[in-house]
């Protein structure tokens, strides 16, 4: 319960990291950013489906990724999100910061990092 | 299918967020949608059922929160979101629908009464002539013309374009006894040249089918299309077939367009034939060769490049030679120049009648309208009041003040609409139920009451302004919230300040209602005071018969002969009380007058000569009621060859005997002067041997006309082919007229005969103050209605908002009636305001009814101290209820209540 509550919490400062991270490899749509993260999370992390999207909004508006409907043949309309040059600037110092913050937790709480 | 998926998603979503009070914009939808789809595609792919997989995105739905979502940018290319604020509104309307429905009610009756009364202001004063090119149409005014005229300007092709003229008339299609009657038009042969219409199939006639006694091709006609519809079934070998008119056979020609209805408006034809055939239906009484006939109206088409001006200048300058020819010698005959009008705006008849008539009610239907809106600003008002938690929760969830402004126009608008559909169909239905009710037996109105471009335009913006005027009110009010206003004060501020609006909202709602019920109580008097009048005649069972000999074979000479013969028998009759025959009937339209000298009285000039006429059979003032007060009534030895003889009235007895006994005195007829006939000889004087009381002649509302009555067998009317025969009878006047037809048959099979009891003509002179007093009525009731409404509104809110204070004073000690008197109090306030507002209006209204009353000033202060009563009445009734209601609070409840 403990750890769970705390995987909540962290959940919420890393959305937008966990975004950004996932669309530094190739443009994704909605559906498929849910998919990835429950899958590479082992369903640890989770979003609603309204909350990604939220997410997916504030960087949009931030501009640090780009929406854009893609229509395949056979295939059903999708919204598109890229990331931008500056998303990426903005991803490379978040994981700066985020790996800063664990070296600082393995060295005070004697947390291992996997 | 996947694209009904797709819609299923998308609504699921809608409604989701209207649920949540979001608004997504449509891209966010779309693609929440697209997710869910997929979400649903996968489950099945993973091999879940359809149930299972649905049930799997409907979790992902409802564990979804769209507040994050909401505040995205709509996307700026799309405003959709006013779809969404009326769907929000629909909803909202649907939440109380017992407000919604009183609202949309009003409405409907509000637009509806003002449309229905436009289209009749359109068809009847707006509306051009369905024909070509309509604004280079001119008619001769004022009045109608003789044939001998008529053929003068008809023969002078240099003075316009094209020239046409007409009467309006009814014609029987009855082959014997009992008439049938159509709405006819003697045309002449150039009508339908002039007025560009073409006939749909067959021809219409021309001027070589007007020579007189037929052209080449027989008497033919020219038949309406409706006509064509009602009486052939809309047969397509209609041309050639046979039509009786008057008896005699006319071939039909052709038939005009579904719009055309004729060169009048007001007024349709189903059949119409050439001026030229009329000797042949009239024999010798036809008119042709009347020179004192007046019966045709004229109307021309100017050249294309002539103006009004010059077309007047060139008819004038041909009066001379076309008086001349006419009538030469003969003083006072069309010694005014003639005047061309533009037709477009030719005042009718119809128009003359009822075009102030029409704008008073459309005065009073605009005012009705106003009351709606008052009440239905009344009714949001409380609502959005009532809903001011919600908007200073969602002012402080983000939302803008002209967002919640919005939303509330939005609701407005779909009341409106709403309001105003529903207001078209009882426009459609008002329109004809009036114009039903502005015809009568013989004078059938007709206006063409289409939908067109104007009256939508009028709805429309009927409506737009509606809309404004009661939505407007809340919608500022609400945009004026602050956020947590009411989360804060309990709203508290807020609703005081909605007491002193809506408080003026009434004030003005009891002053038009007041307006209104002065209206329709001044009209109705009037109505009453017409109706209610001594006519001087009794008209309760009496049945007029009128018996026309025209194409009865019967020599003039030998026609009164056969009248007698008729009345004899009819008097005969078991159910036939009195019978007698008359010239003239009251209140039928019918006029014949002439200029008399009085013995040893001075003479008269001018109009003041004049006296009305009427020539009778000796028992015909009994039949009619009509009393005598001073002489002998005639007897059946008045007749040709005794001494000539007249009764007259009292009013002629004012007029012309100034106080003298009037018996014994003699009435001399005065002649026109002729140089062509100088030596014609003077009518025998008649002696006054009676005197009848006064008795209505033609017009209810004016004054009884000198009158003077002269046996039928000694006045020059002893020739005429038709005569009205009226009977006095037992029961119902319409009872016995089997018994009447077959007894006239008897006499003369030949014989066209019409029945209509007297009342009913009586009841069709005063036609037009029925209609205005009935709408009068009807609006006044439906703005005390209203007002009370209101009030009842206004006052339960008033309790609702002072419960605290109200428990506060009783358990201090106030008692029920007390209360009752401070709730009663306030209302009494509005309503003083109100009557006092209102009183203001009526008198400055007072000014422009004043032409339509009878019998009661338009100022007259019992009319309007009444008025204030029964509003004031009606208001205490509406406010009473909410006050008992008042006076029954517990106090410890809203104690207990307050402290929670």
Not at chain 2, 296 to 306: E, G, T, V, Y
Not at chain 2, 590 to 608: A, C, I, K
Not at chain 2, 739 to 745: D, E, F, Y
Request: with cysteine.
């Amino acid at each position: 319960m403990e750890s769970a509550g705390a995987i909540r919490e962290a959940k919420k400062g890393t959305a937008e990291l966990v975004v950004l991270a996932f669309l530094d490899d190739e443009p994704r749509h909605g559906y498929e950013l849910t998919q990835l993260i429950e899958a590479r999370s082992g369903g640890a992390l989770t979003f609603n489906f309204a909350s990604l999207y939220a997410t997916l909004y504030k960087l949009e508006e931030r501009r640090w990724i780009q929406g854009r409907w893609v229509e395949k043949a056979g295939q059903r309309r999708r919204r598109y999100y890229r990331i931008t040059p500056e998303g990426r600037a903005v991803l490379a110092a978040q994981r700066k910061e985020w790996s800063q913050f664990f070296e600082l937790i393995r060295d005070l709480a004697g947390v291992e990092h996997a | 299918m996947r694209d009904r998926d797709m819609r299923e998603w998308r609504s699921l979503i809608r409604q989701r967020a209207d649920r949540e009070w979001r608004e997504l914009s449509p891209d966010v939808v779309e693609e929440l949608a697209c997710h869910l789809a997929e979400l649903h595609a996968t489950a099945l792919a993973r091999g879940a059922s359809q149930a299972e997989a649905r049930a799997r995105a409907l979790d992902a739905l409802s564990a979804a929160s769209f507040l994050e979502v909401s505040k995205r940018p709509r996307a700026r290319h799309m405003p959709t979101g006013h779809v969404h604020d009326l769907r929000l509104a629909v909803r909202q309307l649907r939440a109380s629908p017992l407000v919604s429905a009183v609202a949309i009610l009003s409405l409907a009756l509000g637009i509806g009464a003002n449309t229905a009364i436009f289209s009749i202001v359109n068809s009847l004063l707006l509306r051009p002539l369905p024909v070509e090119t309509p604004q280079q149409l001119v008619t001769l005014s004022e009045g109608s013309w003789t044939n001998p005229i008529w053929e003068q300007i008809r023969d002078r092709h240099e003075l316009f374009d094209n020239a046409c003229a007409w009467s309006e008339t009814r014609f029987n299609l009855a082959s014997g006894g009992e008439t049938e009657f159509v709405d006819g038009i003697w045309a002449s042969g150039s009508v339908f040249e002039t007025l560009g219409v073409d006939a749909i199939l067959g021809r219409t006639f021309t001027t070589v089918d007007d020579r007189r006694g037929g052209g080449p091709d027989g008497p033919v006609a020219v038949i309406s299309y409706e006509f064509w519809q009602r009486r052939f079934g809309g047969a397509a070998d209609v041309v050639g077939r046979t039509l009786k008119v008057e008896r005699v056979p006319f071939t039909v020609i052709g038939v005009t367009p579904p719009d055309f209805f004729g060169p009048e408006v007001g007024r349709t034809f189903d059949v119409a034939i050439p001026i030229g055939t009329e000797p042949i239906i009239k024999g010798q009484g036809s008119w042709l060769d009347e020179r004192s006939t007046w019966w045709l109206s004229i109307m021309a088409r100017l050249k294309p490049d002539q103006s009004l001006d010059a077309a007047n200048a060139a008819l004038r300058a041909a009066q001379p030679a076309i008086r001349d020819a006419t009538a030469p010698g003969w003083n006072n005959y069309i010694t005014e120049p003639f005047t061309l009008a533009p037709a477009a705006t030719n005042k009718s008849a119809l128009r003359r009648h009822y075009e102030r008539p029409l704008i008073v009610v459309l005065s009073i239907t605009a005012l009705v309208l106003l009351i709606a809106c008052a009440n239905i600003a009344n009714l949001l008002l409380a609502r959005a009041t009532a809903r001011r938690h919600e908007f200073s929760v969602r002012r402080a969830l983000g939302a803008s003040r002209w967002r919640l402004a919005r939303q509330l126009v939005a609701e407005s608008t779909v009341l409106s609409t709403a309001g105003a559909a529903a207001g078209i169909v009882v426009a459609r239905w008002g329109s004809q139920f009036l114009v039903r009710q502005i015809s009568t037996t013989d004078h059938r109105v007709f206006l063409d009451l289409s939908l067109d471009t104007r009256v939508l335009v009028f709805t429309i913006a009927v409506t737009i302004a509606t809309t404004l005027l009661f939505g407007v009110v809340p919608a500022l009010r609400v945009a004026a919230s602050e956020p947590m206003d009411a989360i804060k004060e309990h709203g508290r501020n807020l609703a005081a300040r909605r007491g002193g609006l809506s408080g003026s909202l009434v004030v003005a709602q009891v002053a038009l209602s007041l307006v209104l019920v002065v209206a329709a109580s001044l009209f109705t008097r009037t109505f009453t005071s017409l109706t209610n009048l001594d006519a001087g005649f009794d008209r309760e069972r009496v049945l007029v018969v009128s018996v026309n000999a025209e194409r009865a074979q019967i020599d003039r000479s030998a026609r009164l002969p056969v009248f007698e013969r008729v009345l004899e028998r009819v008097q005969r009759l078991p159910g036939v009380v009195e019978a007698g025959l008359s010239m003239i009937t009251p209140t039928s339209g019918q006029g014949w007058n002439g200029d008399v000298d009085v013995s040893n009285t001075p003479r008269l000039e001018g109009r003041q000569a004049r006296t009305f006429r009427n020539a009778i059979t000796p028992r015909w003032f009994a039949t009619l009621g009509m009393r005598l007060v001073a002489g002998r009534a005639f007897t059946d030895s008045d007749r040709k060859g005794a001494p000539p003889v007249v009764i007259v009235n009292q009013a002629f007895v004012r007029r012309f005997l100034d106080g003298q006994d009037p018996i014994g005195h003699t009435v001399q007829r005065r002649v026109i002067f002729n140089r062509n006939r100088p030596d014609a000889v003077p009518p025998p004087a008649q002696e006054i041997v009676g005197v009848v009381a006064d008795a209505i002649y033609d017009n209810l509302r004016e004054q009884v006309p000198p009158t003077m009555f002269e046996p039928l067998d000694q006045s020059e009317m002893s020739v005429v082919p038709q005569l009205a025969l009226t009977t006095r009878t037992a029961g119902s006047p319409m009872a016995d007229v089997r018994s009447i037809a077959s007894a006239i048959r008897d006499v003369n099979a030949d014989l066209a005969i019409t029945f209509r009891p007297l009342a009913d003509y009586v009841n069709a002179s005063v036609a037009r103050e029925r209609i205005v007093a009935m709408l009068a009525g009807f609006f006044g009731g439906l703005a005390l209605l209203m007002a009370s409404l209101g009030l009842f509104g206004l006052t339960s809110y008033t309790v609702e908002r002072r419960r605290p204070e109200i428990g506060i004073r009783m358990a201090l000690g106030a008692a029920p009636a007390g209360v009752i008197r401070l709730v009663l109090s306030g209302t009494a306030g509005l309503v003083a305001v109100g009557i006092i507002v209102g009183s203001t209006l009526s008198l400055w209204a007072a000014r422009f009814v004043g032409a339509l009353l009878y019998q009661v000033e338009a100022r007259d202060p019992l009319t309007l101290v009444g008025a204030a009563a029964a509003l004031a009445a009606t208001a205490a009734t509406a406010a009473a209820l909410p006050a008992y209601r008042a006076s029954r609070i517990d106090p410890s409840t809203v104690l207990r209540e307050s402290q929670a």
